[in-house]
């Protein structure tokens, strides 16, 4: 048995932020980014804009490519949802698009990213942003790195330069203010 899909709760917002799935814990918090990536997550946004995880939450709209915990993979991390899972839960992103009619979309980390855009390279992306189109609406698109602590990307050049400068586009955007 899965555990329930992980909702961000009901906020109407122009700005919707994805993250790739849910992880073991954020089920029984019942909320997405409830942990230890979800500390670096809110750090960054609140650094940058000046937002508290609160106020963040209640002007954003919380998604996931995967709505639910994919399971561990055999290392002991969590497990990349695979193409089947990804394609399962597109529908719920796309119904979320057409409903919301986002200004903005921050998609966080490479599997979120490629959601929308073709994903290579980090240092290609990051600190950019995008006009995009999907589920029949157009919007912008400022990718972020995942927070990970798995990852150094975003706390050694150029990673951390470009993290900065995707999350001014940020703080910039009409859809925050």
């Known amino acids: ?8 709760g009901a906020v109407l917002s122009k ?9 073991v814990r954020e089920p029984v918090a019942g909320k997405p980014f409830a942990w230890t990536a979800g500390k670096t997550l809110f750090r960054w946004l609140e650094e940058a804009t000046g937002l508290t995880e609160e ?3 209640a002007k954003i709209y919380f998604a996931a490519v995967c709505r639910c915990f994919p399971g561990k993979a055999p290392g002991g991390s969590d497990r990349v ?3 089947q899972e990804i394609e399962n839960c597109s529908s719920w992103l796309d119904r979320e698009i057409e409903i ?4 903005l979309v921050i998609p966080v980390g490479k599997l979120a990213i490629a959601q929308f855009i073709p994903v290579e390279k980090l240092d290609q992306i990051i ?10 609406r157009s919007f912008d698109l400022i990718p972020l790195p995942h927070p990970s602590g798995a990852s150094p990307w975003h706390r050694i050049s150029p990673g951390r330069d470009l993290l900065q400068r995707a999350l001014a586009l940020i703080k910039e955007h009409p859809a925050l203010n």
């Open 100 to 103: 919301l009619q986002p200004r």
């Open 1 to 8: 048995m899965h555990p329930p899909p992980v909702s961000g």
């Open 55 to 57: 106020t963040v939450r």
């Open 127 to 136: 600190g950019r942003a995008f006009r995009v189109r999907r589920a029949g």
């Open 15 to 23: 700005i919707i932020l994805i993250g790739q799935a849910p992880g």
């Open 81 to 83: 949802p695979n193409p």
